[in-house]
């Protein structure tokens, strides 16, 4: 649900910005790559399409020095656990970008050896669709992320 | 740093600079080599004996207990031999878990190794992280769909796997392809395995050490990606090779797409022997390193260039030719040493006799149909629907219910980038396949791992992992 | 005995329950599971060397109901094989082919985990892709593909 940004005191009201804008400069993506769309999600850090522009171009192996977690890829059945392990040991503030089918609804298998949609494990802030999507649209969604942060109604 | 090595091709030798392996070095005493049947059995992890608790002041009490043991510790005893014999004492194993997230292991594959020290005594490969069920959704799709299920196996070559799959199909139904549609898979095929190996050098020099690869492999793999944008209408898992031929006819402009791909791919490739084959640090890290004999290869029916680093002449595309391979001039590298830095060399060479392949497909392609006139496998072209009534049926009739492939069962293999990719695909007569299995190639390479790290350093576990080139959708489906 | 290639007509002479056949230009061999481990030491000695893929098929309505297939090379004769073996639906096990090709290690555990097909003497049979705690074979053919309706999620806000 969304809040208004604006409190009715000045002072917090400008702290409260300071503080989203302060969030949505360099988030350190978890590396959290499973399948193709990991692969898409390596080609938006690559030269090309250059994610270093926002400071993200750190994936960091430890969860617990990162705010963003990319889910890029089809999750398991067995994998769900250890997804929800690295989630919750990142500290907070973080979020969840679902990328991808497969991580948003299942995709295309919708069958038994999958989770359908990542948001069955962990809560999801911004979903991202394609198969895979290209870098393009992995970065629409991370400027959404972005803007949504900024504007306060992704709060966290 | 010495002169960049001039690879000739069918002539794979190491840069000057490099070491040349001892010949004692491969053949180490059968007792430091595990054997191929000492494969780590769960339930067997040995139980912990406790010896006497050691404590750097009790040194004394141990005195009369193991002579050794004091010589070590107090340092009289030198023993270079980390790798060894000398002080393996089985209470110090220790078990470390490595995955299945973890920035190094190519996907979701986990590693548990039983360490001594540094040293890797037994490692066993967990899989099933990434288990999609593909082989049971492609009982739910029609053979016409299939190609999209497939592609996203082996997602580094999705062009290998739906060729593969084609090529099964046609082999049920019995049909051929136009020769303009087999060669335009000849090029599709070869430009995804020089996609994949250039994807492969920038994981794994990055995985080494050289973190500018992970930029350089994908800035060139970019040109090939638009290409296959402008050809496929997708960057990966194309969905563009389906039985009956491809799915469109190439671009008009196609021939110069060619020329600057074929121009950048070089350059890069130029750069990367430079900055690797040559440099003394990477010679270090991966001479000697992850060595899979001849034997254990075909033993583990492991594939591929992994199996063409260690020695065994074996490429589907020259041995069981398919998609008119056999018209085309191009080597096999095949190296001996079997270690890392040897298929470093085996790949950088596929590239460049992929680049010729390339070429002669320039030169040669035919002009015709890009799918087969059988309409009862191809549908028709969209205009002839507006047109003819039997069209509009027989395309009707593709895209609810498919095309009946006869019954019947068959194993087709494709030489991907990864090694032999096989389908073994089952028909009952119906629209859908009965069964299909699918051989991926990484599978085999994954079990071959406990073999390659046996005795090693952890250090170098990445580097073998690295240049075994697991893609786990292969793995797991 | 239709068509036996040449360099297996010894190994079809010591095996004459073994079918050889010719399907679509592989040679398919289709043996008992008695006989298989024989046959594949027989092969192996014949110069197929190269272990490439084992699997299993569910024929559901047919006897025996399982079939698995072993696919082989030999690389110093460029020259395939397949050999089927018919597995029964109950007591659906046969011995481990891995004292002969050790790469059939992690294929049998694959079987077993989609089939439910025991390999007898198989060093570690246990599941290899499905969660350890997973139940019943989800490859055989009465078990179904496992789709949940799709769910159409509400967003919280509208955009």
Redesign the interface.
Known sequence: ??RPSSSPNLVTAALDKAVHWAQTRSMWPASFGLACCAIEMMATGAAHNDLSRFGMEVFRASPRQADLMIVAGRVS??MAPVLRQVYDQMAEPKWVISMGACAS??GMF????LV??V?QVVPVDIYVPGCPPGPQSLMHGILSLQEGIKAG?IVR | MSKPPDIVPGDLEAPSGAPELAANELDAAPSDRRS??D????GTEAPRELGPFTDEGAQEMLAGESPELLADQTGTLVDDDYEGSGRSHDDELQIINMGPQHPATHGVLRLHLELDGETIRRVKPI??YL?T?M???A??LTFMQGSTNVTRMDYLSPLHNELGYSLAVE??LQVEVPPRAAAIRVLMSELNRIASHLLWSATSGFDIGALSMMIYGLRERESLLEFFEKTTGLRMNHNYIRPGGVAADLPSDWREDMVSIIETVESGLADYVTLLLGNPIFIERTRGVGILTHDEC??????GPVARASG???DVRK??PYSGFEQYDFEIPVTTNGDVYDRFLVRFEEIRQSIRIVRQVMETIPEGDYRTEDRKVTPPPRARIDESMEALIHHFKIFTEGFKVPA????Q?VESSRG?L?M?L?SDGGPKP??L?V?GPS??N???LPMMLADSLIADTVAALASADPVMGDV?? | MTTVPAELVGVAAAFPDVEFDS????TVARASRDDVVGLLEAVYDAGY?????L?A??YLSRDPRFDV?I?L?S?SQ?L?L?VLVGIPGTDSKMPTVSTV???S???EREAFD?FGIEFSGH??M??????DD?EGH??RKD?S????P??F?ES??AR
């Open positions: 649900m969304a059945q067995k609804s299942g919708n069958n038994y050896a359908q949609g948001d109604e | 191929v049947h494969l780590w059995l769960s899989i099933g288990h069920g082989e049971k959704t009982e739910a082999k049920l075909l033993a583990f029916g492991v594939t065994v002449d074996y041995v069981f019947g069962e068959t194993y293999a032999e096989g073994y089952v009965w069964r299995h051989r599978f085999a994954v079990q071959s797991d489906r | 399907v679509l230009g592989d060397e190269m272990f490439i893929d699997c098929v569910d297939a696919n090379v690389v460029s395939r397949r090709y050790p790469g290690n992690f294929y989609l060093p570690d246990t599941r290899i892709l499905l969660p997973w989800p490859l078990v593909v496992g789709s949940v799709v769910q999620k919280n806000k």
